[in-house]
């Protein structure tokens, strides 16, 4: 082969540089020149011999794709590309975590002033902290949804038993992925959500000793501290990425190995020709599979981009605190079904069930035999599946703070309009627009106070539904008609109890009041004060207490609650 | 094909504008961030004085009204202000010279919270040196006290008053003492909470000796030099005479009090010598 001088000397330069650049671009893509991609992006169709069956011959990042589907499953409808959304979202995870990493040291003394630090000092820190965060989530429903197609199509039948095995494994493998890194910003969210958590190995059943040392591993220390912080973050940068990386080949390897299940209905029942493409059925990677998989990793970063800047935003709540624990601990909302399932049976066989739900998972492939793969032939399964669904849904929702254990309703109130984490309407008034002085629930102060009235409403609110009257409201800023009767109970100990159908033991006729002072240039005191006397004798209080927060001019509440995922 | 190779595209082209975009806002979101961060540590140091400092510092940390946390009654201010110019003001205040301390008055705030004042009222803070605050904590309180550093605070013209060497000149001066104000200056100085009520049990068991007996005692103290004389000199210099023993051992070399600089804060204005005058009244030296 002539060498670069050679070729100039016989073509001239222009000709050379051309000549040469066709083969760079040959060595790159492993065996396709310039032209060959520009008639594939043009459609045309291909030379023979086939250059764009080249790279997957040849090339490292391509040998692991087929080279050609069946046409029947490059459409939306079946894969929906779950499996290919859910690799994607494993690589964006990864190149947005690997930047955190960079501003993040796993410490107690330093991990929560790191995250301040993101969010104040790094150029776009806060955007990929957001995107990593709203990855987390959308990589959860990801994976969740490639689990459900899977099952409605039937595509765990044999021979993909495996893959399903490994598809169940992944799925855990991304949950516990998302969940270790709820516990990195060592805030109180993170901690407070982290040790509910794994107090459930304390109740596994058991010997008490195993429970104990596993506890004890899980925490690095008899309380969550520098030493679980650290494996914690090893476990989500390192070992967990890691295995998810092995078992993702494993999976996509059986993936290729079977061929992906073509529609239930395009089949003869009992037969799988997923491996059997005719001619005419087949749509190559290169180009249109390539292009398909680029468009959608477009869109998805557009997506995601997007919705981190302007639709949601990652929380930051106050400093962990092994002291204070927040008056309603919610677990991650994809792991809400396990606080719902808390809520309703003991704690020990909880957890006792959810490894027992796993295996059945892993090994129902192999028991659930039935040949047919098409719908009409699997209503019991299909049926089981859907009310198994309706059974999580509902689970989720027992896990949340709306179906919860109340505290006393004065704390109730307190919490919603002064919470001890994130922003409230009352917390978001603009600074210029906070006043001195005491004001009742739902007073109105007049069109120059927009923001504060929409906070004393909420305000009316919150207290209208933690309380009743006995036929003496006290506070007169709140129709007489809003208020519902009390349901009188009297105790086995003769004490009273105040009801209605919507709560129990709530405040009759309280007389609340919002007293807002600054007691430091540019810092307001905020406090509830709430006066309950005992209707029977009015010299007698059932509550008196009262719930203070401090608002500074620049802590920026109104920022925080732009974003979908906040509920102010 | 051609369809998925615009809208690629298009996706592409909008998350680079996107992008675009969001730089540009960068530095006042990133101004945005750093103030709020501050101000939320101050809210958090702000829950913590309330909880932790302000039994000794005051509700509005002049030390002037404190509170008892379990009964609610107002008692003598233990601890010293910190709403107060002369710690607050200037780079290195004059605070900061008293103490000889070169570091930064953060710092200096920082320092004190965390390892406390040894003798005094004033215990550790910080977890470190076996306190109940971590170092976060420490941080944000840190943050509250200096927010209280402001122009009001800081453009009082500093004044000092020119102590006389002996009682009888600064009777001269202000003559007349007043017992009932006295006894009110007494708490609100924080006396009591290092000496008890002098009207009280004088089995006290605090910091500082009880000075129930002051009036007889002053007197036999030091040969040749009137009670009177003695007392005026160890409120204003409090290492120049150092009783042996106090309620709870050894009395601290150099004197506890020192640090309270009653020389300084009974003479920033030109009418505070007076409260001396009263306090003196109050525990009989005066007549």
New interface residues.
């Given amino acids: 082969m002539a060498t670069f001088p050679e070729q100039i000397r016989e073509m001239g330069v222009k000709q050379a540089v051309i000549a040469k650049a066709d083969e760079v671009v040959e060595r790159v893509t492993a065996g396709m020149n310039i032209s060959d991609i520009r008639a594939a992006?043009r459609?045309d169709e291909p030379r023979r011999p086939n250059p764009r069956l080249r790279p997957h011959a040849d090339s490292f990042w391509l040998h692991i794709r087929p080279s050609f589907y069946h046409t029947e499953v490059t459409h939306i409808y079946p894969t929906f590309r779950m499996g290919w959304l859910s690799t994607f979202m494993f690589v964006w995870e990864t190149i947005t975590g690997i930047i955190l990493m960079i501003f993040y040291t796993p410490s107690p003394?330093v991990a929560?002033?790191n995250m301040?630090n993101i969010?104040?000092?790094v150029?776009?820190g806060?955007?990929i902290r957001n995107m990593h965060r709203l990855g987390a989530e959308v990589m959860v429903i990801v994976v969740a949804m490639h689990m459900l197609r899977t099952f409605i199509t039937g595509s765990y039948k044999k021979p993909r038993q495996f893959t399903w095995a490994t598809g169940i494994i992944l799925l855990v493998l991304t949950l516990m992925l998302s969940f270790s890194g709820y516990l990195l910003p060592w805030d109180q969210l993170a901690y407070w959500a982290l040790t509910v958590f794994i107090s459930g190995a304390e109740a596994a059943p058991a010997p008490a000793i195993i429970n104990q040392n596993v506890l004890l591993i899980l925490q690095g220390a008899p309380s969550l501290g520098a030493g679980g912080l650290l494996r914690w973050y090893l476990l989500h940068v390192l070992l967990m990425p890691l295995m998810l990386g092995i078992l993702f080949f494993v999976h996509y390897y059986k993936v290729v190995l079977h061929g992906m299940s073509l529609p239930p209905g395009r089949e003869e029942i009992g037969e799988d020709t997923a491996k059997r493409v005719p001619k005419n059925e087949r749509t190559y990677f290169i180009?249109?599979l390539l292009?398909?998989e680029?468009?959608w990793?477009?869109?998805m970063?557009?997506f995601l981009?997007?919705g981190a800047?302007w639709l949601w935003d990652a929380p930051l709540e106050?400093?962990a605190n092994p002291v204070v624990t927040p008056l309603h601990v919610v677990a991650p909302w994809y792991l809400s079904w396990s606080q719902g399932w808390l809520k309703l049976a003991d704690k020990t066989l909880v957890v006792g069930f959810i490894p027992a739900l796993l295996v059945a998972f892993i090994v129902m492939p192999y028991f659930e035999v039935g040949k047919s793969r098409r719908y009409a032939d699997r209503r019991v399964g299909l049926s089981v599946a859907f009310l198994f669904m309706a059974f999580m849904l509902v689970s989720n929702w027992m896990g949340t703070p709306e179906y919860r254990v109340a505290s006393s309703p004065d704390r109730e109130v307190s919490i919603e309009i002064l919470p001890q984490e994130g922003a409230s309407t009352l917390l978001a008034v603009p600074y210029d627009e906070m006043l001195e002085g005491s004001f009742l629930p739902g007073q109105d102060l007049g069109e120059n106070y927009p923001h504060l009235n929409e906070a004393l409403a909420d305000l009316a609110h919150a207290v209208l539904a933690n309380s009743c009257t006995v036929g003496a409201p006290k506070i007169t800023t709140i129709e007489a008609s809003e208020w519902k009767e009390c349901d009188v109970v009297t105790l086995e100990n003769g004490d009273k109890q105040y009801n209605t159908t919507f709560g129990n033991d709530l405040m009759p006729d309280p007389y609340v009041l919002l007293e807002i002072e600054e007691?430091?240039?540019?810092?307001l005191?905020l406090t509830l004060v709430y006066d309950v006397p005992e209707p029977d004798n009015p010299n007698e209080f059932r509550i008196q207490t009262s719930w203070?927060?401090?608002?500074?001019?620049?802590?920026?509440y109104e920022?925080e609650c732009r974003y979908a995922n906040k509920n102010c | 094909?051609?369809v998925?190779?615009v809208?690629?595209?298009i996706?592409?082209m909008?998350?680079m504008i996107?992008?675009g975009f969001?730089?540009l806002r960068?530095p006042s979101?990133?101004e945005?961030?750093?103030?709020?961060?501050?101000?939320?540590q101050?809210?958090?140091g702000?829950?913590l004085f309330?909880s932790q400092c302000m039994t000794c510092h005051g509700v509005?940390g002049k030390a002037e009204e404190c509170y008892d946390a379990a009964t609610g009654e107002q008692i003598g201010c233990a601890g010293l202000p910190l709403n107060y110019g002369p710690l607050l003001c200037e780079d290195t205040s004059q605070r900061m010279i008293n103490m000889n301390w070169e570091g930064s008055k953060p710092a200096f705030i920082q320092a004190t919270i965390s390892s406390g004042r040894y003798g005094t009222a004033m215990p550790t803070w910080a977890a470190d040196f076996g306190g109940p605050l971590?170092?976060?904590?420490i941080e944000d309180l840190v943050q509250?006290v200096l927010?209280?550093e402001?122009e009001e605070l800081c453009s009082a013209p500093a004044f000092q008053y020119e102590w006389p060497a002996t009682i009888e000149e600064l009777l001269a001066e202000f003559p007349e003492g007043d017992a009932a104000r006295g006894k009110e200056l007494y708490v609100t100085y924080g006396c009591s909470g290092c000496h008890g009520d002098p009207e009280g049990d004088s089995a006290w068991a605090g910091t500082g000796p009880w000075q129930g007996h002051l009036a007889e005692e002053a007197g036999t103290r030091i040969e040749g030099m009137s009670g009177q004389q003695y007392v005026y000199e160890s409120v204003l210099y409090p290492n120049n005479y150092i009783v042996e023993q106090c309620p709870t051992g050894p009395c601290n070399t150099p004197s506890a009090m020192a640090s309270n600089n009653f020389y300084a804060r009974m003479g920033d204005t030109a009418e505070k010598p007076q409260d001396l005058v009263d306090i003196m009244t109050y525990l009989g030296i005066l007549p």
């Fill in positions: 992006l459609g003394l929560y002033s301040w969010l104040s000092n150029p776009l806060q955007l180009p249109d292009t398909s680029l468009m990793s477009a869109l970063t557009l981009v997007a800047l106050t400093h007691v430091q240039p540019k810092l005191r203070t927060a401090y608002r500074h001019a620049d802590s920026n920022e | 094909m051609q998925k190779i809208i690629g595209t996706s592409l909008l998350t996107i992008l969001a730089a960068e979101r990133l945005d961030f750093t103030l709020a961060r501050q101000g939320r101050i809210e958090n702000a829950e309330q509005n971590r170092p976060d904590e509250f927010n209280w402001t």
